[in-house]
């Protein structure tokens, strides 16, 4: 599972694409209620409505199952998700279809996937909705300083453009002499 900082750090990116004038409001909508009713915060699933809580391994992988049908638009028949939720014994709750985006639906997905590290779910349960700040080995969020301080130090490849002698010149890996 996701440490707490990760999960944290996912929270804010999703409100902040949501509030942003761009960005996939809808996905970011999804991130944040599934994570909402995945500590307790909202009492019932984001797609189906089930009012379970605690929110239980099982129920997270039927509520993502159903996320899946909403957000590839019934590619994932009805059928497949009410097996699912008898293999997983938990009540099958259909999709609450008319009160959710298929984009939001895939934020669910796509978060309930990565929470619970399903292999079956969103590129193999491995990678966060949104990309997230890196993090040093205190897991505090690595700042914009400390990710340049080990790029000051090196040589660059490549010359910038602004190093470049002409405009017209075309943009080519500088040679470093490695010795030889």
Sequence with gaps: MPSALEIDDLYSLAWSVYDAPRGNRSQACGIVGSLMWVIGDAMVGPVTGRPEQPVTAAVAKA????AKAVGDRSGTPEGRVIAACAELGVAYWPPKVELIYPEESYGVYQTLSWLLRWLDGYRGGCVPPLPLPRSNFEKTTVTADELEKPMATQSPLWHLPEQ??????????RRTNTGN
């Design 63 to 66: 509520e993502c199952w159903a």
């Design 164 to 173: 470049r002698s002409s405009s017209r010149e075309r943009w080519t890996p």
